[in-house]
């Protein structure tokens, strides 16, 4: 009898034992543990797998070459982000930006990811930027401010009318898909506006956003009215990331100054292990990345989201690699592409505006 005790509680050690094993190991498939998240008793659900599967989008993007997005076949372009199926590729040679729209199956959503301006630093980068504020001019938007240069870029430049075509014909060939729409740094700012402009379009409920690391964009009452027209909105900032905190919030000039849209998730450590921290819905709550001291603000943490590194693989000048890009772009679609039955559209403006 003791003995079958004995026996009894080994093998229930044992059953211990391989689940924490179990527990401890990466499912099959690639699969990972989703690390601690913290919603504050807020009812905005913060989606681990949805987030890394994005941030994996707005790290594509930065890659320089074209041929290997235009294919899929990238070196970023695998992992949650297999099969995801390219159809359109938006390159302005002259304005240094880049774009894709495609289909992720699997979210069964159309993707849209911007980039922004790379230079060859973030440091200048955040010394070049420009905070100029303007009227946005929109009737159902009265008093709402914007940034010059991320609301021209997007609006001023090819990106605004091909990004909206490319949206409305992967809508038409796969149906009323969501659409996610992703940018990181200035990306993330230009790809606000776009999100704003895509609900406007197709309806506040078929429209998210989710960028990383990216600055403000507009003034109090932008921000109020962005929450309203895209309410499925969220941007990551991650520990003393410095550019979340440009343009500069001055709480003493509410009328004036910048601030942020919610809804904010903060990457940061806690105690040796990473939390995403769920955030007011203020766009500005001060116990998040606001509450990083100013001198421990940071360009490298700028520079990598959830594990992802999200900066160009060339830091030569941007429209060099653009152009050298473009131009081995066309040569394989003249041949090899063609052959492998891909239909991607390319749309490119050069110092030309020639639109293919």
């Not at 005790?5 to 989703?34: D, F, H, M, N, Y």
């Not at 709402?144 to 038409?172: D, E, P, W």
């Not at 009328?255 to 819905?281: A, I, M």
Request: aromatic share 10%; charged share 15%.
């Amino acid at each position: 009898m003791d003995r079958r005790r004995w026996i009894g509680k080994a093998a229930a050690a044992a059953a211990v034992a391989v689940a924490l094993l179990l527990l401890s190991t990466p499912p099959p498939g690639g699969a990972r543990r989703e690390p601690h998240v913290n919603n504050n008793g807020r009812s905005f659900v913060f989606n681990y797998t949805l987030a890394k599967a994005v941030v994996e989008y707005a790290a594509a993007v930065y890659m320089t070459d074209l041929t290997a997005l235009y294919t899929w076949t990238c070196s970023r372009c695998n992992d949650l982000t297999r099969g995801f199926e390219m159809t359109c590729i938006i390159v302005d040679v002259q304005n240094c930006l880049q774009a894709f729209i495609g289909v992720d199956h699997n979210l069964n959503a159309i993707i849209v990811s911007i980039r922004g301006t790379q230079e060859n630093s973030v440091q200048n980068w955040i010394k070049d930027i420009i905070w100029k504020q303007v009227n946005l001019n929109d009737p159902n938007m009265p008093n709402a401010k914007v940034h010059f240069g991320f609301y021209s870029s997007y609006n001023n430049t090819v990106l605004r009318s091909a990004i909206t075509n490319a949206v409305r014909k992967a809508r038409k060939l796969h149906g009323h898909s969501d659409i996610i729409v992703t940018g990181h740094s200035m990306g993330g700012a230009i790809a606000s506006f776009c999100a704003l402009d895509l609900a406007m379009s197709f309806g506040s409920n078929n429209v998210h956003l989710m960028t990383f690391g990216q600055p403000r964009v507009g003034n109090a009452a932008f921000a109020s009215y962005f929450a309203k027209y895209v309410p499925n909105t969220m941007r990551m900032t991650h520990e003393h990331d410095i550019v979340p905190h440009l343009p500069p919030y001055y709480f003493f000039l509410p009328k004036l100054t910048y601030k942020h849209f919610p809804r904010e998730v903060w990457e940061h450590e806690v105690d040796g292990n990473t939390t995403y921290q769920v955030c007011d819905g203020s766009g500005e709550d001060p116990n998040c990345s606001r509450s990083v001291f100013v001198l421990l603000w940071s360009a490298s943490d700028h520079l990598t989201y959830m594990g992802v590194e999200i900066a160009a693989d060339d830091w030569s000048t941007c429209r060099i690699v653009l152009g050298r890009s473009v131009e081995q772009l066309k040569g394989s679609l003249a041949s090899d592409i063609v052959m492998s039955g891909l239909s991607v559209e390319v749309v490119i403006a050069d110092d030309s505006v020639q639109v293919e």
